[in-house]
T-cell receptor, first 116, second 114 residues
């Protein structure tokens, strides 16, 4: 069965600190997709990134970067120079193809608090 | 921009009532999903639909049913609400295709059953 583990449940940092959110996944599929979502206090999940299993290149988008390592089944997310607006719950997710609908298996989420 | 809307942000119902949660998306997405979110448990899939009138159970379907009569609308029904169904309910939609596309989420409905 597919599984996503976010071992950290809550992290608190001071503004401008770097923070890494860990994500470890389990799957028997050779083709799969990994996602990160952000849920700010307003409640709506916001898509951040999708990565397929054949692309292990790291990705950087502004202050955000992602490190995908198939050898350790990890897809970690780093926020550089964190800001108060980064305070949110972050979810890692893994795709599971079922018929024509792509189900996502979510981790339990990690609450990040960035203090001024 | 993809827009997923949910009928209510907050809802308070009594035990035993029949509850309808509505979700509408405006991007012609084939797939739609209902999740519930509880502290420490993350998002858990209740039901999903990959086409009109088609539905599949997710991980926690007990106590819920769904309806998809039109492509853009996916309804979650609590036949007889119970206090353990107090939760945040999130609707999502996505395209179908050869790849796996990101799901777009609505703002959520916080349901309290008293």
């Amino acid at each position: 069965a597919q599984k996503v583990t976010q071992a950290q449940t809550e992290i608190s940092v001071v503004e401008k600190e770097d923070v890494t959110l860990d994500c470890v996944y389990e799957t028997r599929d050779t083709t799969y997709y990994l996602f990160w979502y952000k849920q700010p206090p307003s409640g709506e999940l916001v898509f951040l990134i999708r990565r397929n299993s054949f692309d292990e290149q790291n990705e950087i988008s502004g202050r955000y970067s992602w490190n995908f390592q198939k050898s350790t089944s990890s897809f970690n997310f780093t926020i550089t120079a964190s800001q108060v607006v980064d305070s949110a719950v972050y979810f890692c997710a893994l795709s599971e193809a079922y018929r024509s609908a792509e189900k996502l298996v979510f981790g339990k989420g990690m609450k990040l608090t960035v203090n001024p | 921009d993809v827009k997923v809307t949910q009928s209510s942000r907050y809802l308070v119902k009594r035990t035993g009532e029949k509850v309808f949660l509505e979700c509408v998306q405006d991007m012609d997405h084939e797939n739609m999903f209902w999740y519930r979110q509880d502290p420490g448990l993350g998002l858990r899939l209740i039901y999903f639909s990959y086409d009109v009138k088609m539905k599949e159970k997710g991980d926690i379907p007990e106590g819920y049913s769904v309806s998809r009569e039109k492509k853009e609308r996916f309804s979650l029904i609590l036949e007889s609400a119970s206090t353990n169904q107090t939760s945040m309910y999130l609707c999502a939609s996505t395209l179908s295709g050869t790849g796996t596309y990101e799901q777009y989420f609505g703002p959520g409905t916080r349901l309290t059953v008293t």
